[in-house]
């Protein structure tokens, strides 16, 4: 009878040959929450309970808001955060959960297509955004455009 020796999982010729990525996965969900936890309640905080709570969120407000790149990269690192964290935890759950290899590598691909779509359009919105366009219908403007 033959034995096997099987390598203990954190031995150094084990961690050396490639890159652990469940382990920094793992991590970035940690690190993400605690930023996140952050970001999302300074945002509820910021537009729903200070100055005239929720009643003040209109296009104006928004408008003002991303007209400072404060509030722009806030909202990006919130959108690029919240995606990775929420795509890389629908992963884990697909893994646990699917089986089949086709399916699961199928949806893998359905959540990696809508985090990249979702964080590409997100952040040219954030960072594009103009209330009042050159050449918009004067109709179409918000009052506070110098062109109405
Ligand atoms: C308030 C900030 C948040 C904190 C502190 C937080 C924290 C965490 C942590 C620590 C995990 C890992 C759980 C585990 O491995 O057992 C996790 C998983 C997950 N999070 Fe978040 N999260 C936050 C916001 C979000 C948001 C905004 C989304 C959606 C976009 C989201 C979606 C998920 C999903 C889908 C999982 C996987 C659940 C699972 O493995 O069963 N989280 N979260």
Redesign the pocket.
Known sequence: MTTQTIEAPRSAAAASRTTNWEKWG?LY??A???V??VL??GHLIVNMVLGGGVRQVDFAFVAGKWANPFWQWWDVAMLWL??I??S???R??VN?YISRPAVRKTLLACILGACIVLIVLGTLVCFTFNPCPVGAHAADLPSFCPAR
Do not use: E, Q
Request: glycine letters at 16%; proline letters at 0%; aromatic letters at 10%.
């Open positions: 793992w969900m940690r993400s929450g605690v996140l936890l999302i309640f919240a995606l964290h929420g890389n935890g629908m884990t759950i646990d």
